[in-house]
């Protein structure tokens, strides 16, 4: 079951557990803090399983008719059941509802990390299509893919 979170605390506690428990793709102390305080300001939607959240994620505009998501993370544990593909499709939803027309995505380019190969996998899956790349908007190490969709 998917549900939005309003209260800025439960969105900061949420965010933290989950970010946390996925330190394969938020390693960067700096980078996760930033997103779990950054979280109590978006939209916010949250993943529940058995009276406990597995997943989250986070909304923010990026120009009058687009959003991007901003942030998303699903226990490991939890993979592969159906929760992500919940969350993505509760923000698009909500963002259409509220009248954008396109919602982004950026993430390290397929090809680099296994474990990004997965997430690339995922969002094409919920139907992203490639954008651009962008070879050092993090680092050479680390090449930007923007997916995105239209609402």
């Known amino acids: 079951m998917v549900v939005q979170i309003q209260d800025k605390n439960e969105k900061m506690a949420i ?31 949250a993943a529940e399983e058995n009276g406990e959240y597995i997943g989250f994620l986070c909304l923010k505009e990026t120009g ?36 954008y027309s396109f919602m982004q995505v950026k993430t390290v380019q397929m ?9 690339n996998l995922f969002y094409l899956g919920c139907g992203f299509k490639e954008f651009e790349v962008f070879p050092l908007y993090w680092d ?10 239209a609402l």
């Not at 933290?16 to 916010?44: C, G, M, P």
């Not at 699903?74 to 259409?96: D, F, P, Y």
Request: a negative charge; aromatic letters at 10%; hydrophobic letters at 35%.
């Open 15 to 45: 965010s933290r557990r989950i970010l946390e428990a996925l330190r394969e793709w938020f390693e960067v102390d700096e980078s996760r803090e930033k997103y779990i305080a950054e979280s109590a300001e978006q939209l916010f939607w």
């Open 111 to 119: 090809g680099k990390y296994e474990d990004y190969d997965r997430t």
């Open 64 to 99: 009058r008719d687009t959003v991007e998501l901003a942030v998303m993370g699903v226990l490991k544990s939890c993979h592969r059941n159906g929760a992500g593909r919940a969350l993505v499709e509760a923000a698009k939803e909500s963002a259409r509802a509220a009248g």
């Open 140 to 149: 050479e190490d680390n090449p930007c893919q923007i997916y995105v969709m």
